[in-house]
């Protein structure tokens, strides 16, 4: 990607907190009209991360680009009112002494729209992110969850070429978490802006973004296309900060062509999707890559039903293995239960970890 086709660029990037260094080495590029999730676990440095893209961190090393202008690097800090990014933080600072409409409506006012095409726009904004009854409020009237609609609202009323949400759902339940995401995308595709968009919810991530970069204490452990990194994870941090996540322990998994290998457990074997010529003694399975009737047996230690689907927890010679299975419960706990894989990935084995009784095997 060349610095005038990224919407954002980041290079080599280190920053600290209070003397402490929180994030190394970070490189992202979001292309215009990219949205990049950001996931990582809490205290990763997120914010941290859209702090020094906003500008208010400097880093201590390392460069920004935004549409191709440098905007930190050596001997230069732009102040975040020259960068013409769009924030919506986790503190939402909303004025308190405005309505709800007039807080919305100001970002396009300022920006030269008519007082009544501002009011149409911001009530449009208001009915599709389901607060259009709030108009009239003052934020000290709204609860958290409205606040934080708000605060999207008086965002997506910008037309920067760049987003950065941090965690914007945070306070939400799932109804208004789809709302809010389909609003983001819609804005996305309606103005191509770019964004950034925070959170630790690998399920909200994989959905919603084109790419997904994984921090994992400060540092950028994997970043690709959401399929990529879930089925593909670098490593077991990566693999269990994107999703739900069991280790095998098998004798060897024998790769055929790059794309499907043997597994055996105990006295029986399968052939599974594998997606590498690499051999492993602890392969990672995903609840879905997993399921009942087949040559592997186990003994369910819990079984949930969750309304569409039922996850299992299985005992097995190779370990816990956690499958999720469509539709009502089929099995009840302590029952014998026969299952097949159709996908594994190998993982690279702890250092120094030869025996493989000490390989660990877990959800
Ligand atoms: N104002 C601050 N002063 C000093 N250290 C800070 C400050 N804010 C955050 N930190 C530290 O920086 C590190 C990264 O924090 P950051 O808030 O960026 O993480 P995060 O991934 O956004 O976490 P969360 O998901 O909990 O919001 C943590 O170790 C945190 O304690």
Redesign the pocket.
Known sequence: MTASSAALECRDLAVG??A?P?LADVALAVPRGGLLALL??????????L?TIAGFIAPLRGEIRLAGTQVSGPGRHEPPERRGVGVVF?HYALWPHMPVADIVAYPMRRAGTGKTAARTQAAALLERLGIAALAGRRPAELSGGEQQRVALARALARQPALFLF??PTAHLDAHLRALVLDEVARRRVESGAAAVY?T?DAAEALAIADTVAV?DR?RIAQSGPPHEVYERPAGLSVARLTGPACVLRVPTTSPNDGATAQITIGSASATVQYASDRPSRRVLVRPDWAVLGGPFSGVAARVRFRGPHTDYSLDTDAGRLDLRVPGPPRHSAGERVDWALSRAWPLPEPSGANDPARIPSNC
């Open positions: 907190r209070d402490r929180v990582g676990a809490s205290g990763s440095g997120k914010t941290t991360l702090d986790q941090d965690e925070a630790h921090l400060g």
